[in-house]
Each structure stands twice: as structure tokens, then as C-alpha cells.
């Protein structure tokens, strides 16, 4: 036999392969494979449906209408004190529409991440790429969606009389800490979900908690109103909330109060900033730990 | 060779992405080393004897450890593949040939160290990981991409991708409603069609029809000549034969052979036939009626042990016991081969012996037929007939047992026997013609 595997000059072969994992040297790679399947799983939601898109939005629009009916004209928060021109509540529903349009894109990109990995088993289990291109293309598809929602949020803002103003140039600031996070977590929660099969029921409850405990409804007066500084404070440490508020603030109305009003000093928007870090960090270590053994645990 | 072109390989940046078919001589492969390399691969996978799979289980028996056995796919494998060469594994199912494919292929990860010097294309598990509810087109970019291919190449290489799976009827059909053939066909062609250095395929000629299976055959020599190197997991050792130099044999995840794929066909066939399938039958209970009985019927091979089966081309040596209940002036045996389509291929009989035996009344004979063995592969079951021909005819016991035995190759060519045989080609001049002719 020619070849005699005792004698070989290893050291001449280069760097032996190392097996699968969760990132790569070839960043570029990673973007077309995560572009690719997003743009797929995009066109598979929408072929064949005559309104396409307008499924996408039909669903933050009637959660909209239905809230937006319930707490003006029922329980009066958007109408009541706060809502004349140039107070907090002011643009309540625009308010109401962006909120829940973020809090979509967060709940949309986690949720679908949960079974990503499992569901791409096909994938997984024949080909060597880097595995984080699953959750990855999650996000991306759910960013296609809040794009196109936020033209329609600032339709929304514009026709309710809500100006242009310079601070619309924090929105990139605002997504990327959302996004940030939501990368985060669908990589934890996709790389735990093929040894809990039950953190999909978990986190689905979970996101229902963060939904009532982000400004998404209640505007964040009401909530100044109820607790007391100390408590006002930890509920803006919750990443979400500062996002959300943040948004409303510099998109909607300047008079509702910003973050950093609410946390108490824009040094404190530290520790939002950190849980994202953390949470990113987090998701990525666990994810990237688990990647090479994905294969043979599905 | 030595340590300068491997620091040179080392801090050299990675081949490009895409590597054309003029550039085949990248610079990984033309520095006279192996292609692909495996030193002491082992994998051991944990089988856990019941899953957890929930957090309630994990809460409620915190302290039970999920108790798992653990199993050795794989067993401290080495071997090596030149640039340019064709490469078999071959071994029973389960024997470790698809777990080393996927530690090849960096799907699992294990022990040991392996090199894949090139761009790696695979064809594993029949597929490349389609997805069913887009239309060939997509999966055929998605799965450019995902081997290597920039977007754009992989979009140039669409029409030549289903051209050659022949499926450019239906690239608008999404693959759910594609037959199992078709998708297979996909995914071979996705996987051949890549431009990759190394190719590792898993099983792919088991499936298609003929003229597929030809276009397989054709492609794999033209991948030969541009000096592509395949890895090739198989269970027919024709095909082995055919397009592999050397060949790996495994069996339980460890190596049995290494090395030129003729022995490798033939342990591959002895360890299917010859080890495992140790039934013989039970010797004929003592007392039944007639003059005499076969107690039992065997095969040995060429070393004098009962085998169960045979390979091609080797002595072959038929036993049958035999005990008397009346006394015998010239004892004969004679047995009848039939096989699978119960048609007698070979009968054996001492019939023409210039003398039988005699034989007391309790005493036993054996009777053993040796012969080398030119029966064409397949089943063979032995029919015995007894006669003695000084009484005769009514002496005569029938047995026909659940015996039989395999005869093991992998050059059946279709008739019933395969005779050693000298073939020569050469053209046919004028002058020869006619010296046939006259």
C-alpha cells in the first residue's frame, strides 16, 4: 500500500479538521447561509397567498386595534389624564402600534429559535456549516417582518401628527440592543431545547410575563404613578422595557420620559446594556459548547 | 517534501472558495501528500437507557444521573487517501462505515485527528438535506451555498445541476411531491456538481435505475481523471472492486483490513457469510425408519472447518454422515445441488467409483466430496440420495434437510457457474480473419 499511515509527516498536513461547531472563520459564508435560508423560509410563508405580506401584519394590527379599543375607549389610559397635546400619552396609539411591533419582532425571533435546531435536523445531520446560521436566519426572518411593520408604524406615527424629528436617528441604536438580545436568546434557548423539549411551553409562558411587564399596554406614567421610584427603576432594568420606552421617546413623543429620565441617570443605562451583553454572551457560550454534539443528540 | 511546504501550507490562507475545473491542481493537493488523513479516529456514543428529555423529570430525580452505556463506533481507525485515488469502506450495517464518513465530514465530532486537505463536497445518509416544500431550484442554491459555493456560483450552477439529475421537467415542483429517485438523483448531481477537491459519498448506487447508476459510473471516472479524491462507503463489492484502489473493511468500528480492495471484497463476504451464520443442523434424531439415515450434511473450506459459507474459487469440501441400519454390499451416495431456483446445478455421486463399500448394520460412513468451487454466487442447497447397489433401490433414504450453504463473490456475471476463464482482446486483421476463415 502506498500510503503508510505510521510514517506520515503530520506536521506537514496543516491544522486536522475540528469537527462541527457553532461559528467558522468565513464570516461571509455565514451571512449567505443565513440570508439564504432566511429569504426561503420568507418566500415559503408568503407563496401561494394572494395578500401575502398583509398576513404578516394583520396580526400586531388586530392586536393593536384590539387594545387600542379596549384601553381608550374602556378603560380611558390613552384618553385619560396625561393624553392632551404635549403630554405623556399623547400619541397613545402610535405609542401602542411601535410597542407592540418591537415586542413582536423580540417574541417572533425567541419563540421561532426554540425548535430551530431540531427542525433543520436534515441539515444538522448531513452537512458541515456552522451551526449558529439556524437561530441566526430565525432573527433575520422575523427582522424582514419588523422592517416592513415599522414603515407602517411610521405611517401610523406621521398621519397622527407625529413630526420628524432628529431623534429618530437612535431607532439603529434601539434595534441592535433588540437584537442583540433576541440573538442571545434564541441561540440559549435552541441549544437547550434539544435536551428540555419542554422549554418551548416555558418560554412561551415567559414571553406572555415579558409582554405584561414591558411598557407594551400601559404607558409608562401609569406605572410611574403606581410604584415607587426604587421599584420604577428596576422595572426599566428589564432590557425590553428600555427599548420599548426608549422607542416611544424618541420616535413617538418627546414628552413622554426617556430611559435614562426613568432609570435615573443615563449612567444607569448600563445595566440594561449589561443583561443584553450577558444574555449574548450567555446564549453564545452555551450554544457554541452544545454545537458539536448536536448532531448526535437530536 | 517535509517540514517547509507544511509551514508554508500552514500559514498559507485557505484555498478559495471555489475551486474550477482548470484549477484543479489547488495547492493543497499537489504537494504530494495524502488527501484525506485519520490517525487513532475513535467516537463512542452515549446511549442513554432512558432519555430525559424534560425539566420536570430533571426537577423531580435531580440526583438520578441519566444512566447511559456507552458504545465504541469507533476504534482507534488510521488510514490515509492519495490525491486522486478512489477509496472504499465497506462493512456490514452498523459496522462504523457512516459514523467515520461523519467525522470525516466534521458532522460529528471524535477522537483522533483528521486532515481534509481540499474542499469537501458529501452525499451522506442519501441526501444533502433538502428542504421539501421548496422547489429544486431553491434547495439546489441553498445546498451550493451550504457546501462552499458563493450565491452566485451556486445560482450559474443550477442548469447544469438538474440537467444532469435529468429533472429539468419538474425544477419548478416543489421536492415533496419528487419521488424517493428523484431526490436522490438532486442531491448526488448537487453534491458532484460543486467543483469540491474531496467527495464523500455514502451508499448512492443503491438507489436510481440503470442508466443513472451509468451516469454515477461515468461521472466518477471523469472526477478520477481531474484527480478528485472520493471516499466511498459501500456495500457492493462489485463496485468497490470496479473503482477503488484500496479499501477499508470495518466490522464493530474497528479495522479488519486496510489495504487492496480484492481481500477486502473477500473478508467483506467471509465475515457476512462465514462467521455468523454458524447454524448447522442438529444431527437426525436416532430410530426413525429405513435402512439407512444421513445424520448430517456440512461444507469445510480449504482448512477443514464447517463454514456456513464459501468463497468463490477456493476448494470446497461436502461431508455426509451417514449410519447404516442393515448391512450394505456396495454402498453409495449420491447428492443433488440445487439452487435458489431449485434447478440442479452440480450433482456429486461415488456412483462412479469403481467399487462401493460395504457396510454393517449400525455402523456409519462419511462420505466427502471435494471440489473446487466454480458455482456462481448464491444459495445452494444439497439433496442426498442413498442407494446400495447390490439391494437395490429399496434401501434408498431421501434427506432433504433445512441445510444450505452460501457461496460467497463478487464477479457474478449471471450464469450458473463462473469458470476460471482466459480472456483476451485484441484487433482483428485482415490476415487473422482470414486465417479464421480458412
Known sequence: ?298 | MGAATGRALRTEPRPPALVTLSAMASPAIADGLPAVVARDVSKTFRLPQERVHTLKERVLHPRRRTRYETFRALDHISFAVEPGEFFGIAGRNGSGKSTLLKCIAGIYGCGGDIWCRGRLSTFIELGVGFNPDLAAQDNVVMNGIMMGLSPREARKRVDTVIEFAELEDFKDLKLKNYSSGMHVRLAFAVAIQVDADILLIDEVLAVGDAAFQQKCFDAFATMRKQGKTIVFVTHDMGALKRFCQHALLLERGSTVYLGDTETVADRYLEINFGRDERTFPAEQDEGCEGDARVIAVWVENERGERVAGVPQGHQLTLQVLVAYAVDVEDGHAGVFLHNDEQRTVLVLSTILQPEGTRFRAGERALFSFSFQNVLAPGRYSPVVNLADRGAPLDTVDQYESGFSFVVTGSRALGGVVDLPTEVTVRRADAVTARDVLA
Not at chain 1, 180 to 209: K, N
Open chain 1, 1 to 298: 500500500m502506498s500510503v503508510d499511515t505510521q510514517s506520515l509527516p503530520y506536521e506537514s498536513l496543516g491544522p486536522p479538521i475540528r469537527g462541527p461547531r457553532a461559528l467558522t472563520d468565513d464570516w461571509s459564508r455565514v451571512w449567505h447561509l443565513t440570508f439564504n435560508i432566511a429569504r426561503n423560509q420568507w418566500k415559503l410563508r408568503f407563496f401561494g397567498s394572494v395578500l401575502g405580506y398583509f398576513w404578516q401584519l394583520i396580526r400586531p394590527l388586530l392586536l393593536f386595534g384590539v387594545l387600542y379599543v379596549f384601553f381608550t375607549v374602556i378603560a380611558h389610559i390613552g384618553s385619560g389624564p396625561g393624553s392632551g397635546p404635549g403630554e405623556p400619552n399623547h400619541f397613545y396609539g402610535a405609542q401602542l402600534l411601535g410597542s407592540i411591533v418591537l415586542f413582536t419582532f423580540f417574541s417572533e425571533s425567541t419563540n421561532g429559535a426554540v425548535r430551530c435546531v431540531v427542525d433543520n435536523e436534515a441539515l444538522v445531520r448531513k452537512i458541515q456549516f456552522p451551526r449558529m446560521v439556524i437561530p441566526l436566519s430565525v432573527v433575520l426572518l422575523a427582522m424582514f417582518n419588523l422592517g416592513l411593520n415599522l414603515i407602517v408604524v411610521m405611517v401610523f406615527a406621521l398621519i397622527s401628527g407625529v413630526r420628524p424629528m432628529l431623534t429618530w436617528l437612535e431607532l439603529p441604536l434601539l434595534i441592535a440592543m433588540l437584537t442583540f438580545l433576541s440573538v442571545g436568546l434564541a441561540m440559549l434557548l435552541a441549544a437547550l431545547f434539544v435536551y428540555f423539549r419542554d422549554m418551548q411551553p416555558i418560554w412561551e409562558v415567559l414571553t406572555q410575563v415579558l409582554f405584561y411587564a414591558s411598557p407594551v399596554i400601559v404607558p409608562v406614567t401609569t406605572v410611574e404613578q403606581r410604584l415607587s421610584p426604587a421599584l420604577v427603576h428596576l422595572y426599566m432594568v428589564n432590557p425590553l422595557a428600555t427599548v420599548l420606552q426608549q422607542f416611544r421617546h424618541a420616535m413617538i413623543n418627546h414628552a413622554t420620559p426617556s430611559a435614562s429620565a426613568l432609570l435615573g441617570g443615563s449612567v444607569r443605562l448600563l445595566a440594561p446594556i449589561a443583561i443584553v451583553v450577558v444574555v449574548f454572551g450567555l446564549g453564545l457560550s452555551v450554544f457554541n459548547r452544545t454545537a458539536p454534539y448536536v448532531a448526535e443528540n437530536l
